[in-house]
């Protein structure tokens, strides 16, 4: 509302200014102050087109942290620090209250639905729970997935497949190629090809059953890419459908292409929609590399976790019209960066600042950890996204920023 007033207030200060032109000017420049005005003050309330979520897999506040003072400093701001809200927690825990996997928290945050650990999209019945890809999808909009891991990972799989066992990977993988998702980018060739299939990239399939995904998806109209020189030469202004899997399984370090070229390929390619467009980026490793405590891999994969926010929040401040928002799905690890000389074990480092300054690392043991992590977003309804709160109110405030409805109304939220 501040904005509008502003704008309300400079048009009238102008109005004085140009009060001796000739009439017409003037007229034409009231009206166009006042389309302009309510141009803003329709951005503060209108539905978001689009929606962009990113979600750094394991990301917990010791790898934010760790990656913040290697790249900018103690002082400095990483990509995800200038979002507009920067005030939310998520509590992360699954429906029975243990810590979470990555199948219950994607699975809350896709549906708005908590679950057990392990089930992708089900409820404990065994019932789909229909994800937000696939609102936006019935509506008319384009939608992607973008990941370093497996594309048939619980992450990426919770928001476009539904299996009672995340580990269901080769019938996941056709529910994934079968869903109508327009962009997939990511790992796991072995779950599409045949078994002892090898496509033009090197990638080898796992498959028994005679499927050969990546035909079948090309028959579906997708591209078919599989290195970063296949993705450097598409042709993201024509192209509608496009399947790039970029490794056999997990993605190696150092992630070729980056996530930050992944996310501006099919940012470009899905934000042609007309009807606008739904993405999941996932920073799938930063949780892998965390299981084994290995401090400088999750600082590499933080930081490019964070150049990929980078492309989105680009895109988010020029578009107007999208809500980005930026999470992790559970901590893992309990990593903790520190400079000072307390008695600790400094299992990892040293590493350094950009100034020179030594920090330790160390790490509270090798898997998830119920700890809440940090929301933020900008956009249209990001301030709902302000607070404590349960990880099914991302959905909830992703499909009212959409305009769908109210979501979840079963989700607890405190402020
Ligand atoms: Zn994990």
Same mark, same amino acid.
């Given at each position: 509302m501040s904005r509008t007033l502003g704008m309300l207030e400079w048009c009238a200060g102008w109005r004085m200014v140009r009060k001796f032109a000739r009439m017409r000017s003037v007229v034409v420049a009231i009206a166009a102050c006042c389309v302009l005005s309510v141009a803003v003050l329709a951005g503060e309330y209108e539905s978001a087109k689009s929606v962009i979520l990113m979600i750094g897999d394991g990301m917990g506040t010791g790898q934010i942290e760790a990656a913040r003072w290697t790249l900018v400093g103690e002082d400095g701001l990483l $990509?995800?620090?200038? #979002? $507009?809200? &920067?005030?939310g927690w998520s509590r992360t825990s699954d429906i029975d209250g243990s810590v979470t996997d990555s199948a219950a928290a994607a699975t809350a945050m896709a549906t708005g639905q908590k679950t057990m650990n392990g089930r992708l999209s089900v409820s404990l019945t065994n019932d789909s729970l229909v994800t937000i890809l696939e609102m936006a999808r019935l509506r008319g909009k384009s939608v992607g997935l973008v990941t370093t891991v497996p594309l048939v990972h619980a992450t990426p799989a919770a928001f476009a497949a539904h299996a009672p066992n995340r580990d269901k990977f080769l019938s996941i993988a056709v529910q994934l190629i079968e869903a109508g998702v327009d962009v997939l980018f990511g790992g796991g060739a072995q779950y599409l090809l045949q078994f002892r299939e090898t496509c033009e990239c090197g990638w080898s399939g796992w498959r028994a059953d005679r499927r050969d995904l990546v035909v079948e998806a090309q028959l579906l109209g997708y591209t078919f890419i599989c290195n970063q020189e296949g993705l450097a030469s598409l042709d993201t202004d024509s192209v509608d459908r496009v399947l790039g899997v970029f490794a056999n399984a997990e993605m190696l370090r150092p992630l070729v292409p980056t996530l930050a070229e992944m996310t501006t390929a099919a940012i470009n390619i899905l934000s042609r929609d007309p009807d606008g467009f739904f993405l999941m980026i996932e920073g799938g490793l930063i949780d892998w590399v965390s299981h084994y405590n290995q401090a400088d891999a999750a600082i590499e994969l933080t930081i490019g976790f964070d150049r990929a926010i980078d492309v989105a929040l680009d895109y988010t401040r020029g578009a107007g019209d999208t809500l980005l928002i930026v999470t992790a799905d559970h901590d893992t690890g309990g990593m903790q960066a520190y400079h000072d000389e307390r008695d600790t074990s400094r299992e990892d480092g040293p590493f350094f600042t950009p100034g020179g300054s030594p920090f330790f690392v160390d790490w509270l043991h090798t898997d998830h950890t119920n700890a809440d992590v940090p929301v933020r977003a900008e956009g249209p /309804? $990001? $301030? #709902? #996204?302000s607070g404590t709160y349960e990880n099914t109110r991302i959905f909830d405030v992703m499909v009212t920023s959409f305009g /769908? *409805?109210? *979501?979840? &109304?079963d989700s607890a939220f405190t402020e």
């Open positions: $990509a995800m620090d200038h #979002l $507009a809200v &920067q005030s /309804f $990001a $301030a #709902l #996204l /769908f *409805g109210t *979501g979840n &109304q």
